[in-house]
């Protein structure tokens, strides 16, 4: 039998089962050092520190959502002007503005966003001047940066490029990890986050001239694999933003394996329930990128916001 025939078999034979299982094949079974966060230096502010704990517990013990978010960004955001030397204080504020302004899916919304974002980037900025080798505080840094430049477009946001490159490569390469929610890691999203750039990134010369950047996306399809393969949560957007690297890798060939896979990982992620507004978003393009898969090119979340209506969002949410 034809050598390449029997490896696309093959292939196929492992399609049949869960993409985790796929994953698991290619993702070293990495340990991570879990990174903890202490909040006694909240107990010195008592009713900030009670608010905190109310909150904290009941995400904890269902999930995070918008009024968590909001909640404790105001909480941190207090923290930080009373206790300016607390370095963990910055990158939770910078986590939360990050998390908040991903919420945020009607384009009317769009500032509203970029003002978190930007709040996002500030606080991480000064974590990085207070702890220079802050994995979180490099994380939420570079996380906000990437959603300033997907609003203010690709050829304003490549003159940052090269720093979000090396700082999320700095966290890839990190020994910790740090879980931010119940379905969302560090390492995970580090991978969600660079397996977008290396696929919006152009990939030819020019790119490595003069920004010092370039695409790749064999680099992109195995980030978002690992991603999934890390964090392993029923999150839609991990599902697409693997399918929609697979269909680029391939130029949206529908008659190749990758294709194949595409779909099969659509098809999974539209039987979720999404938790964020975000992931409604994605929940939703499943459907679409099913139905047109040349949708998979340059896709992200923010060039979606307009098609969405807040009573769509609020009744997947329900």
Same mark, same amino acid.
């Given at each position: 039998?034809?050598?390449?025939?029997?490896y696309?078999?093959?292939?196929?034979?492992?399609?049949?089962?869960?993409p985790?299982?796929?994953?698991?094949?290619?993702?070293?079974?990495k340990?991570?050092?879990d990174?903890?966060?202490?909040?006694d230096?909240m107990?010195?502010?008592?009713?900030l520190?009670d608010?905190?704990?109310?909150?904290?517990?009941?995400?904890?013990?269902?999930?995070?959502?918008?009024?968590?978010?909001?909640?404790? @960004?105001?909480?941190?955001m207090?923290? &930080?002007?009373?206790?300016?030397?607390?370095?963990?204080?910055?990158?939770?504020?910078?986590?939360?503005?990050?998390?908040?302004?991903?919420?945020?899916?009607?384009?009317?919304?769009?500032?509203?966003?970029?003002?978190l974002?930007?709040?996002?980037?500030?606080?991480?900025?000064?974590?990085?001047?207070?702890?220079?080798?802050? *994995?979180?505080?490099?994380?939420?840094?570079?996380?906000?940066?990437?959603?300033i430049?997907?609003?203010?477009?690709?050829?304003?946001?490549?003159?940052?490029?090269?720093?979000?490159?090396?700082?999320w490569?700095?966290?890839?390469?990190?020994?910790?990890n740090?879980?931010?929610?119940?379905? &969302?890691?560090?390492?995970?999203?580090?991978?969600?986050? @660079?397996?977008?750039?290396?696929? @919006?990134?152009?990939?030819?010369?020019?790119?490595?001239?003069?920004? *010092?950047?370039?695409?790749?996306?064999?680099?992109?399809?195995?980030?978002?694999?690992?991603?999934?393969?890390?964090?392993n949560?029923e999150?839609p957007?991990?599902?697409?933003?693997?399918? &929609?690297?697979?269909?680029?890798?391939?130029?949206?060939?529908?008659?190749?394996?990758?294709?194949?896979e595409?779909?099969?990982?659509?098809?999974t992620?539209?039987?979720?329930?999404?938790?964020?507004?975000?992931?409604?978003?994605c929940?939703?393009?499943?459907?679409?990128?099913?139905?047109?898969?040349?949708?998979?090119?340059?896709?992200?979340?923010?060039?979606?916001?307009?098609?969405? *209506?807040?009573?769509?969002v609020?009744?997947?949410?329900?």
């Open positions: 039998m034809n050598r390449v025939v029997c696309h078999l093959i292939f196929l034979m492992f399609l049949q089962f869960s985790s299982l796929i994953f698991a094949q290619e993702v070293s079974t340990k991570y050092i990174y903890k966060v202490s909040y230096r107990k010195n502010f008592p009713e520190y608010k905190f704990i109310r909150s904290h517990r009941e995400a904890q013990k269902y999930h995070y959502t918008v009024k968590h978010f909001r909640e404790q @960004l105001d909480i941190f207090k923290v &930080v002007k009373a206790d300016p030397e607390w370095v963990d204080a910055y990158w939770l504020v910078g986590s939360l503005a990050f998390q908040l302004g991903s919420s945020y899916t009607k384009e009317e919304d769009i500032s509203k966003a970029r003002k974002f930007v709040i996002g980037k500030n606080h991480g900025e000064r974590c990085l001047d207070m702890a220079p080798d802050s *994995d979180l505080c490099k994380m939420v840094l570079a996380s906000n940066i990437g959603k430049g997907t609003i203010d477009g690709l050829l304003v946001s490549l003159k940052y490029a090269k720093r979000v490159e090396d700082l490569t700095d966290v890839l390469n990190s020994p910790y740090f879980q931010f929610t119940h379905e &969302v890691s560090m390492q995970g999203a580090v991978r969600y986050g @660079l397996g977008m750039f290396y696929r @919006l990134i152009p990939d030819f010369f020019l790119m490595d001239w003069i920004w *010092d950047v370039r695409g790749d996306i064999k680099k992109s399809v195995r980030l978002h694999r690992e991603s999934l393969h890390i964090d949560a999150l957007c991990s599902y697409v933003m693997l399918s &929609v690297a697979l269909i680029c890798s391939v130029d949206g060939d529908a008659n190749t394996t990758e294709s194949l595409a779909k099969k990982l659509l098809t992620a539209s039987r979720f329930k999404p938790l964020h507004p975000n992931q409604v978003i929940h939703r393009d499943t459907f679409r990128l099913l139905q047109d898969p040349s949708k998979a090119f340059g896709y992200t979340l923010v060039g979606k916001l307009e098609a969405i *209506d807040e009573s769509e609020k009744g997947k949410l329900n």
